[in-house]
């Protein structure tokens, strides 16, 4: 689960002090425990790139709205299933959308996710 740090912060925190080229970044992939299992699938790669970038950590399935860990989901037919056969298409979409918002606010150039 993401540190309640990362959680309360709102997008103007998460770069405020941003300088050079803004890069949104699954959280997972920076370390952050959010991924659908609890675990994280750190990138070691991401060590340079943050060298040379600002990396932006967000949880898209979280700010959907959706528990960590969850169960894993698919899409099928246009929608988004988790195993047990529940439609959690919504939660995909509001976190998308809500990804999209921070990597606008942000200035994000690209994002890795």
Same mark, same amino acid.
């Given at each position: 689960?993401?540190?309640?740090?990362?959680?309360?912060?709102? +997008?103007?925190? !998460?770069?405020?002090?941003? =300088?050079?080229?803004?890069?949104? *970044?699954? #959280?997972?992939?920076? $370390?952050?425990?959010?991924?659908?299992?609890?675990? *994280?699938? !750190?990138?070691?790669?991401?060590? #340079?790139?943050?060298? /040379?970038? *600002?990396?932006?950590?967000?949880?898209?399935?979280?700010?959907? $709205?959706?528990?960590? +860990? /969850?169960?894993?989901?698919?899409? !099928?037919?246009?929608?988004?299933?988790?195993?047990? $056969?529940?439609? *959690?298409? =919504?939660?995909?979409?509001? $976190?998308?959308?809500?990804?999209? /918002?921070?990597? =606008? #606010?942000?200035?994000?150039?690209? #994002?890795?996710?």
């Amino acid at each position: 689960m993401p540190s309640a740090a990362w959680s309360a912060a709102t +997008p103007h925190d !998460r770069c405020k002090a941003a =300088q050079g080229v803004n890069v949104l *970044v699954s #959280a997972c992939l920076m $370390g952050f425990g959010c991924r659908y299992d609890g675990g *994280v699938r !750190r990138l070691s790669c991401l060590d #340079a790139l943050g060298e /040379r970038h *600002v990396l932006i950590p967000v949880c898209p399935e979280v700010m959907g $709205g959706l528990p960590t +860990p /969850r169960p894993p989901s698919e899409i !099928r037919d246009g929608r988004v299933i988790t195993r047990d $056969g529940r439609d *959690v298409t =919504q939660a995909f979409l509001r $976190g998308a959308q809500e990804a999209a /918002r921070l990597a =606008q #606010a942000c200035g994000c150039g690209c #994002a890795l996710l």
